[in-house]
């Protein structure tokens, strides 16, 4: 659950240990800068937009579902009426929603700060985009593909500018299917999520070394939330109508994971911490990154890291989106 007051626990964000806890009040002023959001209506991206605007950020949560945006909006503007926050229309699994959503933010925000890749949707039936792409990889990799290529520019004038994609420890159950990258001879919705999870990664260390390669100064970040408690979980069950799956879900949520609040936190630690640097991926700082009390510098796996895959991951979702930048 979030807190009750802009904040909230984190003030008390300190580990069992004798560590320096690592708190909201770490982050440094950010009235002076100006950041989107995906998926900012609920879950991680909600708790994250609020946490930024405690801060003084500029927040443009840019979700599909406007009427759920606005309450979302009202939510935190209740907790904090000074909170500066905006909307934008944004359908990840349309290209022509993605594209209108990207002129939109570039006539109204020349220079955007940072752009947190969160929305997602997790182990749903198999399912098209509007574009004919299977909808998991469709959503949470090519869609934010495509949105972080057509907002390179304004992206490249912003102060310190940095692109964070939020990625999953199931990460690691992950294989680039080339061969069937929508899954149409074979479909397990948890290994096409897990699918659409690595490439997170492996986007992001691609842009690291494409940045670096032509010195450009952007930070290319990653985050996971360990196992956290949103509604991205029942999502799948609802679909199926399987009361057992709904079941089983809910009880894993109540028993074994953390709040949104606490999930939220690495995406935090990524989007606007000072000492963020390119490439540098964050998780909970608990027992095999699941749970935490503050945020910790973790490793993708090799697969994550590994330049041929991301390049070719390049390539294919230049092809697929018709969207190409630093190519």
């Known amino acids: 659950m979030s807190s009750p007051i802009?904040?909230?626990p984190l003030s008390e964000c300190v580990p069992s240990d004798t560590r320096m806890a690592w708190t909201l009040d770490n982050l440094p002023d950010l009235s002076d800068r100006t950041l989107v959001i995906t998926g900012a209506n609920s879950g991680l991206g909600w708790e994250t937009t609020r946490m930024l605007a405690v801060r003084g950020a500029r927040v443009v949560m840019a979700c599909r579902n406007q009427e759920k945006a606005r309450e979302a909006m009202g939510r935190i503007q209740a907790l904090l009426p000074t909170a500066r926050l905006e909307l934008a229309t944004l359908d990840l699994g349309s290209l022509r929603s993605i594209r209108a959503c990207a002129k939109d933010l570039k006539a109204r925000f020349p220079a955007i700060d940072?752009?947190?890749?969160?929305?997602?949707?997790?182990?749903?039936?198999?399912?098209?985009?509007?574009?004919g792409f299977e909808v998991q990889i469709g959503t949470n990799h090519l869609g934010h593909f495509a949105l972080t290529g057509l907002l390179f520019d304004a992206l490249q004038r912003g102060r310190a500018p940095r692109v964070v994609n939020v990625s999953s420890l199931v990460h690691t159950m992950g294989t680039l299917r080339f061969d069937d990258l929508m899954g149409e001879r074979s479909y397990q919705k948890w290994m096409a999520y897990a699918q659409s999870k690595l490439a997170n990664l492996l986007f992001t260390y691609e842009l690291q070394r494409r940045l670096e390669a032509r010195g450009v100064g952007m930070v290319s970040a990653a985050a996971h939330p360990g196992y956290s408690s949103t509604n991205l979980a029942a999502v799948g069950p609802q679909q199926e109508k399987s009361a057992f799956g709904a079941a089983f879900m809910s009880m894993g949520d109540t028993m074994f994971a953390q709040s949104a609040e606490r999930g939220a936190l690495p995406s935090l630690y990524a989007a606007a911490a000072p000492d963020v640097a390119?490439?540098?991926?964050?998780?909970p700082d608990?027992?095999?990154?699941?749970?935490?009390?503050?945020?910790?510098k973790v490793s993708g796996n090799a697969a994550s890291r590994d330049p041929v895959t991301g390049a070719k991951l390049w390539e294919v979702s230049?092809?697929?989106t018709s969207v190409s930048w630093l190519s």
């Open 6 to 8: 802009p904040g909230g």
């Open 114 to 131: 940072v752009l947190v890749n969160n929305a997602g949707i997790m182990a749903i039936p198999r399912a098209l985009t509007e574009d």
């Open 278 to 283: 390119s490439g540098d991926y964050y998780g």
């Open 286 to 296: 608990g027992l095999f990154e699941v749970w935490g009390r503050g945020p910790k």
């Open 318 to 320: 230049e092809a697929l």
